[in-house]
């Protein structure tokens, strides 16, 4: 059983690792502050990396993107909530994070698993429960 777990943990790794972003509307180009990301300390829980990423991805001050909603939660399979058309995924309950942000009238989804940060999510699922 102890190989099986693994071996689910590494193909939800390499699955995780492909994720492709593929019709987003926000730049996938890093903003032009001026300012390194070794200035300020990197950003600690889920809600917080996700609203760094987003106002990085939009080129919006911080204060433009609001938090709505922010939760642990647990995910049908390997793909975190987000499965992407012709990949294959662990299938198994997977805990992890779903933070919803808003920005100019506009919902983005993030969803993260326990080797993954968050991550924008063009087609998001909802978790188990949720």
């Avoid at 662990?90 to 919902?107: C, D, F, I, P, Y």
């Amino acid at each position: 059983m102890r190989v099986f777990t693994v071996l689910a943990a590494l193909f939800l790794l390499v699955a995780c690792g492909n994720e492709s972003n593929a019709g987003e509307e926000p730049s996938m180009t890093p903003s032009s502050s001026g300012v390194s990301e070794s200035d300020s300390p990197p950003p600690s829980g889920p809600a917080e990396q996700a609203k760094a990423d987003l106002v990085k991805r939009l080129g919006v001050d911080a204060a433009q993107v609001a938090v709505v909603s922010s939760a642990e939660v647990m995910w049908r399979d390997g793909s975190l909530g987000c499965p992407e058309p012709g990949m294959h995924y662990t299938q198994a309950l997977v805990n992890g994070s779903r933070v919803v942000l808003e920005s100019g009238g506009k919902e983005y989804h993030y969803h993260s698993g326990p080797n993954r940060p968050p991550f924008l999510c063009a087609n998001p699922q909802p978790p188990v429960g949720g």
